[in-house]
């Protein structure tokens, strides 16, 4: 069998990814929502790709679409063909088009193992206040109550998949049967600036870092601008600004272990001429330990327990989400390192920061993930870019993954 070219393999891959790139619901803008015309339409093309590469193609109740060959445990390869509101082209597609590639160059021989590439409808989230829901209905972990979810425009989920053509009560049989899933991998673009900041086109990703959101109120007494001393005041925003630089100061002590980030702060009554009574601002804290964000909740409570203290305000600490951390399997994650290297690129080992359908599969079998640069970190953006070169060599290693893959 001839050795995959990078260089071929990542001019298709752009070629097909600017292709699907062009299904959307606004002309000058990518949108593409689950179970809308343009997933009908994306999905619709995937199949065609799916088939042209040999793989026998088929639907499930949550418009999943399945390319598959080959018998016995199945090693499953995938991604998503939604996108957020103004997305870019290779944030979901990418891990689609690298999956049906890897297939075609297996096309005329026989693996000990079956391979199914998966083109999920709904992991941005961007239609349903839910996300996952595809991957999440593969995995068995699918929830009926997701189904009363509605859109903005009122429809529900229920009934979605109703008017894309499909049956709500066929999602159980969406589900892969435990054990017949050997591993669940992704090629996915990084979203994040390291591996270009380490100027390596790959790397394998070592876990899909939990995240715990708190909400944060702060109460103190509104009050005249001029009228009340400093010494007399119970500033709640200047309270809530300690708070915001203790939350980055507690992340900044775990030297990039941790990320934290408060991205809304509301000051009422939002004077320009009264002291703010209340404030309510949001953490966004994530890392690969759940035992370490557990401990930044800790330390920042007792922060703010000091803050509320000195200034004479409440300050109340809610967490209102907690997302555990999914590792990579580690097996997994060696194989994909050692297929990195296989190609020529050093295997940089990273976290993720960003959700990825992997979380759901990971119920279900072990999963492993390859990151490819992506221009400036850039993503859900337009501009959001990853090179043909890059690319290539991320189909060209996931080839020589399957090439090396044992089911356990
Ligand atoms: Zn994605």
Not at 142 to 157: E, K, N, S, W
Not at 350 to 356: E, F
Request: hydrophobic content about 40%; overall charge neutral.
């Amino acid at each position: 069998m001839t050795a995959p070219d990078p260089e071929t393999l990542g001019r298709r891959a752009e070629a097909m990814i600017l292709e699907l790139g062009r299904i959307s619901a606004e002309p000058d803008r990518l949108v593409r929502r689950f179970l809308s015309p343009e997933h009908r339409r994306a999905a619709d093309l995937v199949a065609q790709w799916m088939r042209a590469a040999g793989l026998a193609v088929s639907e499930d109740a949550l418009g999943t679409v399945k390319g598959s060959r080959g018998e016995g445990p199945r090693l499953l390869i995938g991604s998503h063909i939604d996108s957020v509101v103004d997305g870019g082209h290779y944030d979901g597609p990418l891990g689609v088009v690298a999956g049906i590639l890897a297939a075609s160059h297996f096309a005329d021989r026989p693996l000990p193992f079956g391979i199914d590439v998966l083109a999920f409808g709904d992991e941005e989230g961007s239609r349903f206040p839910a996300t996952l829901a595809s991957s999440s209905a593969c995995a068995g972990i699918f929830r009926p109550d997701t189904l009363l979810l509605a859109d903005a425009g009122g429809v529900t989920l229920a009934d979605a998949i109703r008017a894309y053509g499909k049956n709500p009560e066929d999602i159980p049989s969406a589900s892969y049967r435990r054990g017949s899933a050997a591993a669940y991998v992704e090629v996915h673009i990084e979203q994040g600036p390291v591996l270009e900041s380490r100027r390596q086109p790959l790397g394998s990703v070592t876990a899909i870092i939990g995240q715990t959101y708190l909400l944060v109120e702060t109460t103190g007494e509104a009050g005249h601008a001029g009228t009340v001393p400093m010494p007399l005041r119970r500033d709640a925003l200047a309270g809530a600004a300690e708070a915001v630089l203790l939350a980055e100061r507690l992340a900044s002590d775990t030297r990039g272990e941790l990320v934290a980030t408060v991205g809304r702060l509301a000051a009422e009554p939002g004077a320009a001429n009264v002291i703010p009574g209340r404030v309510t601002l949001t953490v966004d804290v994530r890392s690969g330990s759940d035992r370490q964000r557990a401990e930044f909740v800790q330390r920042f409570n007792a922060g703010c327990r000091d803050i509320a203290g000195r200034r004479n305000i409440a300050i109340g600490v809610t967490p209102t989400r907690e997302v555990a951390t999914t590792p990579c399997h580690p097996s997994l994650q060696d194989a994909i390192a050692v297929a990195i290297a296989s190609v020529g690129s050093e295997a940089v080992r990273l976290g993720s920061g960003a959700g990825h359908d992997g979380q759901a599969m990971a119920k279900l079998c072990p999963i492993g993930m390859m990151f490819v640069r992506c221009r400036g970190g850039v993503s859900h953006n337009p501009l959001e870019y990853a090179s043909p070169q890059d690319m290539g060599l991320a189909v060209a290693a996931l080839i020589r993954f399957i090439e090396r893959f044992k089911p356990v």
